[in-house]
């Protein structure tokens, strides 16, 4: 099975930035719809931001709007999550996968029954 790993996480001031990285060992993530989940300690996992495989159009939850940017870096075979602007909230461990996108609804999901999570990265937003 692909297993898909995140990196670039780390403990930022409020305010500040990070840059995280999701790359899938021996498959081209080129024009694979892939999406960034994140789950807070207590909380549910989340969809953050995704990306469609077909013509990369970029989806964000409202939460994320405007400070978060998806996007691919095709040389590195990677699909990067830009976070600008972070919050205490945005403190979680983030996460990487394929998904099913529906861009009517804003709302993007693994496949059903997916179980082929990563370790995911953490991201800790803290004065």
């Known amino acids: 099975q692909v297993q898909f790993v995140e990196s670039g996480g780390g403990l930022v001031q409020p305010g500040g930035s990070l840059r995280l990285s999701c790359t899938a060992s021996?498959?081209?993530?080129?024009?694979?719809?892939v999406g960034w989940f994140r789950q807070a300690p207590g909380k549910e996992r989340e969809g953050v931001s995704c990306i469609s495989g077909s013509d990369s159009s970029t989806f964000y939850a409202d939460s994320v709007k405007g400070r978060f940017r998806i996007s691919r870096d095709y040389a590195k075979n990677t699909v990067t999550l830009q976070m600008n602007s972070l919050k205490p909230e945005d403190t979680a461990v983030y996460y990487c996968a394929p998904v099913t996108i529906d861009g009517r609804l804003n709302t993007w999901y693994a496949p059903p029954g997916y179980a082929n999570w990563g370790q995911g990265t953490q991201v800790t937003v803290s004065s």
């Open positions: 021996g498959f081209t993530l080129d024009h694979y719809p």
